[in-house]
């Protein structure tokens, strides 16, 4: 390892160490405020209008957007768009959540008067308590003195590492009060890895099904495997319920005289199902536990879909 290589990682632990410090800080320092900031939102019944200028802009746009994705309507305005036309986009039914390490950043201030003149709730975050935002502000969020991690002070690194923390605190916490489950969280992240693993076996699988009864003759049987495509039949008993599944290891096991067979006789009785509303990822999790590729989604016994290794593949769980 090189001199200059041990100095990168010196640096970077440096840095590291001293943010997880003001992190720490950031939690002993978190008090009432913090329980009024969460009741401000829960009581808003428009949206949480998040804003800052600068860096503090780009948490901002990340802390409305963890927001809007645990079930907490929230959008980012720009404050000098504000002052040219956005501030439209803030109503009375709305809470605004302003952000500003100095609590005295220009671009704000016809965004906070906005807030005052129509008596918006205003939830500033500042390191300033005497600031002009947290002074304005009905609930004041105020962040610890810690050093910025650059060694200069004038990088914002400490500062905004926590105020993103301090976002991710308010979006979980409004989230566990709501009792937000990971099918809401799909609900609004369709897309991605996430929103497929997320998937349930309804979204994915198909209900136009192969199925024959157990008394249906093997011949007649083999006509509805090759039709339908998915190398499997379900075998229905006399109430619809599926009584036993036809693969290709049972036509093997039964090729001297398959023919003269009927579905019953051939079938794999009892065969594994899932229910149409687990999730896609415990449908793969027992595909591969069984070292199958098809599965049938019962509900009550009775077969409702049919579900293949490709489904996942195409969706991205696999």
């Known amino acids: 390892m090189t001199s200059s290589t041990t100095e990168y990682l010196e640096t970077a632990r440096r840095v590291i160490g001293i943010e997880a410090q003001g992190l720490a800080l950031l939690s002993d320092s978190l008090n009432g405020a913090f329980s009024a900031a969460v009741e401000a939102i829960l009581t808003a019944r428009g949206r949480v209008i998040v804003s800052g200028m600068g860096k503090s802009g780009h948490i901002a746009r990340k802390i409305a957007a963890t927001l809007a994705s645990t079930g907490t309507p929230a959008q980012f305005v720009h404050p000098a768009e504000a002052s040219h036309g ?15 390490n100095s609590g005295e950043t220009p671009e704000l201030a016809d965004l906070i008067a906005h807030t005052r003149r129509f008596a918006i709730p205003l939830i500033g975050v500042a390191s300033r308590p005497d600031s002009t935002l947290l002074r304005q502000s009905d609930v004041a969020l105020v962040l610890p003195q810690a050093p910025e991690a650059c060694g200069t002070g004038v990088v914002p690194t400490t500062s905004t590492t926590m105020t993103l923390a301090l976002g991710d605190a308010l979006a979980v916490a409004l989230m566990e009060h709501r009792q937000f489950t990971p099918e ?50 379900g075998v229905t008993d006399a109430a619809g319920r599926l009584a036993g599944i036809i693969t ?7 090729m001297v005289g398959l023919l003269e067979h009927t ?43 049919i579900l293949h290794i490709h489904d996942l593949l195409r969706a991205g769980v696999a």
């Open 248 to 254: 290709d290891g049972d036509l093997r096991r039964h």
């Open 184 to 233: 809401h969280f799909r609900t609004f992240h369709p897309g991605g890895k996430l929103g497929a693993k997320l998937s349930k076996v309804g979204d994915l699988m198909h209900r136009d099904m192969p199925l024959v009864p157990e008394d249906m003759p093997m011949s007649e049987v083999l006509l509805v495997i090759s039709q339908k495509g998915f190398g499997v039949v």
């Open 263 to 305: 579905a019953a006789e051939v079938m794999t009785a009892n065969p594994r199902a899932i229910a149409p509303a687990a999730l896609a990822e415990a449908a793969l999790g027992l595909m591969n536990e069984r070292k199958i590729t098809c599965l049938f989604a019962v509900e009550d016994g009775r077969p409702v879909g």
């Open 86 to 100: 956005d501030l439209g986009m803030v109503t009375r039914e709305d809470v605004a959540l302003v952000l500003s």
